[in-house]
């Protein structure tokens, strides 16, 4: 494999196979914003050009994930393009398979979408904007300057002791509940993307209730006529680890649920049908 470290117009890291399949996959983290360089090479080992950039907190970049651009996103996929890349992919977990799924409706040379731990609506900024400012909240994203609907958090929601991490599902349950109106303007639209989706998710994540969110972006991929697998496991938790991938690291902060052999079990049973979607 080659590997290129990239600084301009993000950070991020190209890894190159020794023999190329003609897809490309756009590696893209959660919350985290860290560059998935571990995810990228097993990637890169089975035949993908495999790309993971920065998208929040780096130079020019929101330092949160506030009114994001998804032409961010569009600009990763010119780059795989430009290096030969034929069938292109997207693979992200969390706020990233948020952004990956957006990025499919608007950018029609994205063939397969791999969403672990999906949400099935346009959440608020999770940190600040280019302001610094935390509130009022902003749409996570934007498309040609214009901020997509969005829902945001319900304040009054009580998270409980913050002397230890803490589970923050409820948060987006007692949201959605507060601001239904809002949800189907937010709604990701699925239905709207040529792309072929494989959903991720378990049914103890602690984070976001992504399951069901899995579930209902499913149904209504497949009504519209798209092709949508959904793989799930009810004892894995926010964090599915593919194989080869080490353990997820310990979070101060955050429950994610489901325990580590479930997580990696989940990976395990998705990662054919990984493979089979983007090699194909």
């Excluded at 790309?51 to 996103?73: A, D, H, K, M, N």
């Excluded at 672990?116 to 600040?128: E, K």
Aim: charge should be negative; charged fraction near 25%.
């Amino acid at each position: 494999m080659e590997e290129r470290e990239l600084t301009e117009p993000w950070e991020g890291v190209l890894v190159a196979p020794d023999s190329d399949s003609g897809t490309g996959v756009l590696v893209l983290s959660g919350s985290s914003g860290r560059i998935e360089q571990e995810r990228a090479r097993i990637l890169a080992r089975e035949g993908m050009v495999a790309l993971s950039i920065r998208w929040f907190g780096g130079s020019g970049q929101p330092p949160g994930i506030c009114e994001v651009p998804l032409e961010t996103f569009v600009s990763a996929i010119d780059l795989l393009e430009s290096v030969g890349v034929r069938r292109f992919c997207l693979l992200g977990v969390s706020k990233g398979a948020e952004a990956a799924l957006l990025t499919s409706v608007y950018d029609r040379r994205v063939d397969g979408v791999v969403a672990l731990s999906p949400t099935s609506v346009v959440w608020a900024n999770v940190g600040p904007g280019r302001d610094g400012q935390r509130h009022p909240y902003r749409s996570s994203w934007t498309w040609k300057g214009h901020p997509l609907p969005f829902v945001p958090y319900d304040d009054e929601w009580a998270a409980g002791p913050k002397d230890r991490p803490v589970a923050i599902r409820g948060w987006y349950e007692r949201s959605e509940e507060t601001f239904a109106d809002l949800l189907p303007a937010a709604s990701i639209p699925i239905e709207e993307t040529r792309a072929d989706v494989l959903l991720v998710a378990g049914g103890d994540d602690a984070m976001w209730p992504s399951l069901p969110f899995a579930e209902r972006l499913a149904d209504r991929h497949r009504a519209s006529g798209g092709t949508t697998h959904l793989i799930s496991r009810a004892d894995a938790g926010h964090r599915p680890r593919l194989p080869g991938e080490r353990p997820a690291p310990a979070a101060p902060h955050f429950r994610y649920g489901g325990h580590p052999s479930a997580d990696a079990e989940l990976g395990a049973a998705a990662w054919p049908h990984i493979l089979r979607l983007c090699l194909r």
